[in-house]
């Protein structure tokens, strides 16, 4: 077998309908565009959400609210989750390190406590951010906080 030699296996290729080449084709007169009409002449191209001069979705739908391109994200661990964590990771410092290596937050992700659910004994955590509720939990409990 060379490269001259190759060509595709029986039946897995078919040539394209010749349209618009004469009646005897059987794919002549409108070329299987219809009739009349912007789509059934050349240089046809509509605009994106042109809906025939009807008012197009996008500008019968209300805009609403506001993103602002500075606002930070964060991943809420609830207190409840650390104790998960504790247990079942057998760990005695939660950090943004090891959440990442247990895949419990991605690499960029931010974090912060929450303070939904309680502690059972003291622990050190460091995290971008904490929520009053449980920074009054975790130092009652004699664990403390550092914010990265």
Not at 22 to 30: L, P, Y
Not at 44 to 67: A, C, D, Y
Not at 81 to 100: F, G
């Amino acid at each position: 077998m060379e490269l001259h030699n190759l060509k595709p296996a029986p039946g897995s290729t078919r040539n394209n309908k010749r349209v618009g080449r004469g009646q005897g084709t059987g794919a002549a007169g409108t070329a299987g565009k219809g009739h009349k009409g912007a789509k059934s002449r050349s240089g046809n191209k509509l605009k994106r959400g042109f809906e025939g001069g009807q008012t197009p979705m996008q500008r019968r739908l209300p805009k609403r609210g506001f993103k602002s391109p500075n606002r930070v994200e964060y991943v809420g661990i609830n207190l409840d989750r650390i104790q998960e964590i504790i247990e079942k990771y057998n760990v005695a410092e939660i950090s943004p390190e090891s959440l990442q290596s247990n895949r419990i937050v991605g690499k960029k992700d931010r974090i912060k406590i929450l303070g939904r659910g309680e502690l059972k004994g003291a622990v050190k955590i460091s995290a971008h951010a904490v929520s009053a509720s449980a920074k009054l939990a975790i130092e009652g409990n004699g664990g403390s906080i550092t914010l990265v």
